[in-house]
T-cell receptor, first 109, second 120 residues
Framework: RKEVEQDPGPFNVPEGATVAFNCTYS??????FFWYRQDCRKEPKLLMS???SGNEDGRFTAQLNRASQYISLLIRDSKLSDSATYLC??????????FGKGTTLSVSS | DTGVSQDPRHKITKRGQNVTFRCDPI?????LYWYRQTLGQGPEFLTY????????KSRLLSDRFSAERPKGSFSTLEIQRTEQGDSAMYLC??????????????????FGPGTRLTVL
């Protein structure tokens, strides 16, 4: 099993849609989980850390399911500006981040 | 700008040449990471430093790759005898120490804009 797996998409959705991405990980010792957003030819930018209890930031909601070893990202009321690649990442206590390949989202008007 | 900076932003070189990239982390961040990203992939970890100590380097892609952080501030990544397969985006990230005031998640890594390397 790969360390981390993401559906690469692309996900093509209209403005206003709700879209969800999942990311599975194989290392049960993983401690910290993140979602990064990456625009074309730019660096990854932190979108959200993912907490055990789940967390929300505006239109974005992140969930962690340790039993099934996956994290999810839900985007509500999609905007054109949400079009990007979304990368999941995890690590153990400040060590290297292990990234998924990313999921491409395209929001159209 | 107080973010992570990298220099140069773009580098074109011929196969067989040596290249060196620089990364300046966010002030007071004691951990510094190097990643490589190729098209269609997520960033791939190469090495990291805590202060001046290189704590993990087994993921460096070959012995042609080396990194330094001599004074615990900026870092350099050198690739010797470049090959076409080295063409990629080289990303640097930093993270703050635990216990720094106002730091909520010291395990969060902040990325610089990257150095895009093209080997002809």
């Amino acid at each position: 099993r790969k360390e981390v797996e993401q559906d690469p998409g692309p996900f093509n959705v209209p403005e206003g849609a709700t879209v969800a991405f999942n990311c599975t990980y194989s290392n049960s010792a993983s401690q910290s989980f993140f979602w990064y957003r990456q625009d074309c030819r730019k660096e990854p930018k932190l979108l959200m850390s993912v907490y055990s209890s789940g967390n929300e930031d505006g239109r974005f909601t992140a969930q962690l399911n340790r039993a099934s070893q996956y994290i999810s990202l839900l985007i509500r009321d999609s905007k054109l500006s949400d079009s990007a690649t979304y990368l999941c990442a995890f690590n153990q206590a400040g060590t290297a981040l292990i990234f998924g390949k990313g999921t491409t989202l395209s929001v159209s008007s | 700008d107080t973010g992570v900076s990298q220099d140069p932003r773009h580098k074109i070189t011929k196969r067989g040449q040596n290249v060196t990239f620089r990364c300046d982390p966010i002030s007071e961040h004691n951990r510094l990471y190097w990643y490589r990203q190729t098209l269609g992939q997520g960033p791939e970890f190469l090495t990291y430093f805590q202060n001046e100590a290189q704590l993990e380097k087994s993921r460096l892609l070959s012995d042609r790759f080396s990194a330094e952080r001599p004074k615990g501030s900026f870092s350099t990544l050198e690739i010797q005898r470049t090959e076409q397969g080295d063409s990629a985006m080289y990303l640097c990230a930093s993270s703050p120490p635990w216990g720094l005031p106002l730091v909520i998640r010291a395990d969060t890594q902040y990325f610089g804009p990257g150095t895009r390397l093209t080997v002809l």
